[in-house]
């Protein structure tokens, strides 16, 4: 049997699925699991880069272990983060999060050199504070881009640890605000206002696209050789491989730390009207555009799951929330829940300012945030209907918050549109149907659907 590894790495956690098919069923097998979370370093929010490879090396050995040696492995992370290489291919500076505060007043500074509404004409990325290209000027501010020589986006770096290739993939070169949407390349104008050097930037591939084999120390390292084949390393696209929808009248969520809602469509929408209601143009699998806005999503409850000291399940608040009765709701893709020092206090003081019922029990703080965030969904659903002329009949929610029964219930509620859930896994599926494409293991993406599709009836 021919194994497949999709690492799929999440802002709050990592993992190691392997995957296979077998009588035309689709298998995975978690084989290793990590946490991920920010650190502060020199005052900055930051990621742990040092750890995150020693993980991904980590569940790479064992497979070997296993004697399950993948034919193909490849990476999936967030969004708009990078790193900066020098001279040396030495990591230049931190490896600064998205949630850090150094973005504060980029807007003003990168719409001095171009303003928004020629941005988003040629990117169909709205202001969004954290995207690559506020925080590249945060950068140039601080003279922190002199002497780099490469910069690569997390998987993109990840991938090049592994082989030695640098390239950037093109579903996470659609996140950075400074990929041209409809040309599919790097936009040199936009680099050339903002004074972004361009050589910096690296190659784009497609997703699907063999990079390289492993290097020889990463291959004495695991103790085997394989190919690594790029997936849509961008996680929300990924996860839109494997949604099984597809008809014309379904909308999706993908949803953990982000929700993202919206549908595939071929072509961009860089119009006036969606860049005022905020929806992204993000590029997928074969060129695929996802056409979504970017909701706070589940981290509201991550967050809120850590500072009750983890005495919870997301299972067992989720059940509380749904007991509660509360229905409270509060605007949750507010600045003041983005990075705050505490969130249940911060949600609690938004009840207060807007006057109504305050949280008092675990499960009542949680339930304001599902209610809060059906309540953003109903929103987008509504929003997209006006701006495409479209009714959509139902939701697809797909990801680990498909596993949040009670906000799949409230999402219903409010959108008053049919949901459907699953599947939970879809990231690390989309990675490793992506690999298997590539491999001819599964012939397109409607096997790879109708794959999706049978797991489902399957669980």
Known sequence: MNYYLAIDIGASSGRHILGSVENDTFIME????????????????????????????????????????????????????????????????????????????????????????????????????????????????????????????????????????????????????????????????????????????????????????????????????????VPPTHDTQSAAVANPADTDDALFISSGTWSLMGFERSTPDCSPDALALGFTNEGGYDGIITFVKNIMGLWMVQCIKRELGDQYSFAELCGLAQQSGIQSIINCDDERFFAPENMIEQIKQACVETGQQVPVTPGEVAAVAYHSLARLYQQAADNLETLTGKQFSSINIIGGGSNASYLNDLTEHYTGKKVFSGPAEATAMGNLLTQMMHDHTVSDIKHAKRLVKQSLLNH
């Not at 020589?149 to 605000?177: C, W």
Request: with cysteine.
């Open 30 to 229: 978690e084989v290793h699991r990590f946490e991920n979370k920010i650190i502060k370093k020199d005052g900055q929010l930051c990621w742990d880069l040092t750890l995150l490879f020693e993980e991904i090396l980590e569940g790479m050995k064992k497979c070997k272990t296993l004697g399950k040696v993948p034919m193909s492995v490849g990476i999936d992370t967030w969004g708009v983060d990078y790193v900066l290489m020098g001279n040396q291919d030495n990591v230049v500076g931190n490896f600064v999060s998205y949630r850090d505060e150094r973005t504060h007043g980029m807007d003003v500074a990168v719409e001095a050199k171009m303003p928004m509404s020629e941005l988003y004409q040629r990117t169909g990325i709205p202001k969004y504070m954290y995207n690559t290209i506020y925080q590249l000027m945060a950068e140039k501010n601080t003279s922190a881009l002199k002497g780099v020589k490469t910069l690569l986006m997390v998987p993109d770096y990840l991938h090049y640890r592994l082989t030695g290739v640098k390239k950037t993939e093109y579903s996470i070169a659609s996140t950075t605000g400074l990929l041209n949407a409809n040309t599919r390349n790097w936009d040199d104008e936009i680099m050339t206002a903002c004074g972004f050097p361009r050589d910096i930037f690296q190659d784009i591939i497609m997703p699907g696209s063999y990079l390289g084999d492993l290097s020889s120390d990463i291959e004495a390292y695991v103790g085997y050789q394989t190919k690594v084949v």
